[in-house]
């Protein structure tokens, strides 16, 4: 098994030192020795950070990809929690879709003041919960 030295694996994982003893502290990773003071880890710790990362992308939390291992640090996948994070993901997509539409509108908007925009004071009112929203339709 080869042995790579934690600044190799921070630099192939494009991560940091610290971050590798900090996941190692948090459970996600093992170093398998020491090298004088220096921690090595095995070659396949590599594709466990790009796991890592992944999740991360997808908006899981440390923990919750920490469950994603058993005991042996093999990958266990729970289908029912990944398409729970698809769906979030996706309500998400369409959340930032509306609000890149908004910032184009506003960045060309011809109305003298936002506030006198209706669509500006509707992308405003979409933003807010609807009790906060009847507010902003009466304060400007």
Known sequence: MQELD??????LAGITPS?????EEKGLIRSVGRHGLRRQYSADVVNKLALIALGQTAGFKLSEIAEMF???GRLTLEPQRLLAK???TESKIEQLKKTSEG???VAGCTAP???QCPQFLNILQKALPSEASALLKNSF
């Open 70 to 72: 058993d005991e042996r």
């Open 19 to 23: 971050a590798l003893r900090f996941y």
């Open 113 to 115: 003041n936002h506030m």
């Open 86 to 88: 698809a769906k979030e």
């Open 103 to 105: 910032l184009k509108h």
């Open 6 to 11: 934690i600044a190799e694996v921070a630099r």
